[in-house]
């Protein structure tokens, strides 16, 4: 579904990524891991059009949307993205957070958006809390409504970056038990995250960054459990502690 070749970028001189290769297969879950500023974040940004790659392809679906040409509005409809912070609007209800873009932006019709809203609500288990604002809610479950409101335009690809880095420990685990349903429903995701057993109890494939690039890539019990590469296992190291 998702094809990266020999993509690059960098801010200034500064490289965050040179020629990095990456494939990600329908309903398949990619972990993205390494150490802060390793570029996942960047990654992510440049899959969902958010920054200008500097050289290299990126192909969604078989077709190169860091073509010029393409209709970035268009590709962002076909992905969905969650940041670390929820950026929900504080003034408007979680439902009108969820149907504010499916209105305005794609043209959807207001009874059509909001009950596609409310499914989507009642997967992330908040139909009761349509009506509240952002701030009646703990951030868990502001972290829902957010990956509630990128669910809604049905994205073929899901993009996560640290979604739960802002909350408290405690409410970490309702957010990755959200995104283990929707492994376990078939959604594509490629999951940038500090959440070690997450990446080995869920995702398909572990990707670790490091030096602007792959520094190693495979199954979980491997690249978690028997990293070959040395940066890998100085990375692990520090946060695996039971890792010899």
């Not at 207001?110 to 499914?119: F, G, I, T, V």
């Not at 999951?191 to 990446?199: D, N």
């Amino acid at each position: 579904m998702l094809r990266i070749t020999g993509l690059r970028k960098a801010y200034g001189d500064a490289v965050i990524l040179n020629d990095l290769d990456l494939a990600v297969q329908a309903h398949q879950c990619v972990a993205l891991i390494g150490a802060s500023g390793s570029g996942k974040s960047t990654l992510l940004r440049c899959v969902n059009l958010l920054e200008v790659v500097d050289d290299g392809v990126i192909e969604l679906d078989g077709q190169d949307i860091t073509d010029p040409r393409v209709d970035a509005d268009e590709v962002r409809g076909r992905i969905g993205m969650v940041f670390q912070s929820f950026n929900l609007f504080p003034h408007l209800s979680v439902l009108d957070n969820l149907t504010l873009a499916p209105r305005r932006v794609h043209g959807i019709a207001r009874r059509e958006a909001e009950q596609s809203a409310k499914e989507m609500l009642d997967r992330v288990g908040l139909a009761d809390r349509a009506s509240a604002r952002p701030d009646q809610l703990s951030g868990g479950q502001q972290q829902r409504v957010a990956i509630a409101r990128a669910l809604v335009n049905r994205p073929r690809l899901m993009l996560f970056d640290e979604v739960t880095s802002a909350l408290d420990p405690e409410l970490v685990g309702e957010v990755l038990t959200l995104l283990a349903e929707l492994r376990r429903d078939g959604m594509t995701m490629l999951v940038a995250t500090h959440e070690m057993a997450f990446a080995r109890e869920v995702a398909d494939q572990v990707v670790f960054l490091a030096d602007q690039g792959i520094a190693e890539a495979g199954p979980p019990a491997q690249v978690l459990g028997d990293p070959t590469d040395p940066r890998t296992r100085r990375f692990l190291r520090r946060v695996l502690p039971d890792l010899s």
